[in-house]
């Protein structure tokens, strides 16, 4: 395949998960993906994967790839991305701000550094990094920026609320997914003369990685209350290469996308059902 041939890619949070799932279907597409992350080398991190696994990964299937390693909570981080990647490829055509960090603490507990640190990665450096990405792709009257938002963006609605609804310690994650999704649309409507398509897509059901599995949302790949991993590589690999008009602007998940490009016959989860309670912004 060569759909992407020629084209450059940033993907953050490319060291395993959904970000390294995103990374290996772009390069066989055949765009020059630059991998982002902090962790370089297996063992680097608690978790499995690792930036250099990933591009290794990426060559052995006969893709284009180089590491990345770098801070997004940091501005200075955000700026050694780019030029990493201008240095390899050149400008960008696309980016993938999948990068994620957060801790399910109650608000009561949680602590004023790691809020600011997780507000750091999941909602400034996506700022940042589109801002930088803008640079490139303004002049040319084109590009793609996908952000990555979760289920969690919905809130519980108002009260009463029962235990096991009250989904304890994911305010933060929740309360930054939100603000990626309006942050999309504003965006969007932004640079829309430009020629820019700014987008944004959740999973419709829980992916099984490393983290998930790590906080019990999920127990592995074969789990029933999980989606393929493949779903969301598909989902934002729809958005970065369709025409602008199909899909700036979009705030979706990864099913009802597949679905409405005719590659998934029965879609289930978030977006598609209409079943689950609360509000928020990708719920208008």
């Not at 310690?169 to 942050?183: D, H, S, V």
């Amino acid at each position: 395949m060569d759909n992407l041939a020629g084209k450059n890619v940033i993907v953050t949070g490319a060291s395993r998960g959904i970000g390294r799932e995103i990374a290996k279907l772009f390069a066989t597409e055949g765009a020059n993906v630059i991998c982002a992350a902090r962790t370089m080398n297996e063992g680097d991190h608690q978790f499995e994967g690792s930036l250099s696994s990933t591009v290794t990964e990426i060559k052995a299937l006969g893709g284009q790839s180089v590491a990345s390693s770098v801070n997004i909570s940091q501005e200075e981080g955000c700026i050694k991305l780019f030029e990493d990647a201008h240095k390899a490829y050149g400008k960008i055509d696309i980016l993938i701000n999948n990068a994620a960090l957060t801790y399910f603490v109650p608000i009561k507990d949680y602590v004023v550094k790691r809020w600011k640190r997780s507000w750091d990665v999941n909602v400034h450096a996506p700022f940042i990094l589109s801002q930088l990405a803008l640079k490139d792709m303004i002049p040319k009257s084109s590009g793609a920026i996908v952000n990555i938002s979760s289920g969690a963006a919905i809130g519980p609605g108002s009260a009463p609320y029962e235990e096991g609804a009250r989904m304890i310690g994911n305010t933060c994650y929740g309360a930054e997914k939100a603000a990626i999704e309006r942050f999309t649309q504003g965006l969007a409507a932004e640079v829309y003369s430009d020629g820019v398509s700014v987008s944004c897509v959740s999973p419709s059901l829980v992916v099984a990685t490393p983290g998930t599995i790590f906080h019990n949302l999920v127990s592995d790949g074969n789990d029933s209350r999980g989606e393929s991993i493949s779903y969301m590589a598909k989902a934002v690999l729809i958005l970065a290469t369709e025409t602008q008009s199909r899909v700036t602007g979009k705030v979706t998940y990864s099913q009802e996308l597949l679905h409405e490009f005719g590659f998934l016959d029965d879609p289930v989860g978030i977006g598609n059902q209409g079943t689950r309670q609360g509000s928020g912004y990708s719920m208008i």
